[in-house]
Every structure is written in structure tokens, then in C-alpha cells.
Nanobody, 127 residues
């Protein structure tokens, strides 16, 4: 009952920045915890970050902590991912996802806990 559409991906050189957006429709946005995942060629889909329903709690693995920031604007039904100091290993298709089951970082980092997924947006970081 939720549709998610990512945008903002593209090609950037190492050290640069991008901001991804995820527009949600179909349900009240604040009902859902939201996450970002990424998948590189030949790799499994990887947890990037997640945010609680009203934005009070965020989670980051060490691979992105200090460089990426997740945020949400519930009035605009939009999720954001600000990515700074990008590295070639950040190259992947980035997906946003929504769920109602998560309450802690272990659940929010589990891709199987998410009910809805966007189509993905490509991020390519050149060396």
C-alpha cells in the first residue's frame, strides 16, 4: 500500500557528494520506519542506514558512519540520504524501503523486515 520512488543518483568523483531522495505515496508516511540499502554488482544487498518513524533515531554501520546522513520530512512524505566524501566502494544501486515491524537496529538492518521497496537509483563514484 506504499509506493516508493528514488531519485538523485548519478556519477560523481571520489570525495564528492550526492543527495538521494525517496518519495512515498499511498499511506501516511509517519507510519513507517525507513531504510536505505545498496547493492553492487556481484554483491548481496547491504544495509546502509535507517530512521525511525518520526526521525528521532537513526542507525549507521561503520562503513558509512560519519559520511552519510539519513533524514525524513514527514510533511513532504520524503526520505533523504545525504552522502558526503564518497568513495569508489560506495558505487551501487541504492534502494529505499519501508516497514512497520522495526523497533531496534537489528530489525531495521535486516532487509527481510521491509515490506516495500523502491526501484533503485544508480550511484557511481569514480576514482
Amino acid at each position: 500500500q506504499v509506493q516508493l520512488v528514488e531519485s538523485g543518483g548519478g556519477l560523481v568523483q571520489a570525495g564528492g557528494s550526492l543527495r538521494l531522495s525517496c518519495a512515498a505515496s499511498g499511506r501516511i508516511f509517519s507510519t513507517y520506519s525507513m531504510g536505505w540499502f545498496r547493492q553492487a554488482p556481484g554483491k548481496e544487498r547491504e544495509f546502509v542506514t535507517a530512521i525511525s518513524r518520526i526521525g528521532g533515531t537513526t542507525y549507521y554501520p561503520d562503513s558509512v558512519k560519519g559520511r552519510f546522513t539519513i533524514s525524513r520530512d514527514n510533511a513532504k512524505n520524503t526520505l533523504y540520504l545525504q552522502m558526503n566524501n564518497l568513495k569508489p566502494e560506495d558505487t551501487a544501486v541504492y534502494y529505499c524501503a519501508a516497514q512497520t515491524a522495526g523497533t531496534g537496529w537489528r530489525t531495521l538492518a535486516d532487509r527481510t523486515s521491509y515490506d516495500y521497496w523502491g526501484q533503485g537509483t544508480q550511484v557511481t563514484v569514480s576514482a
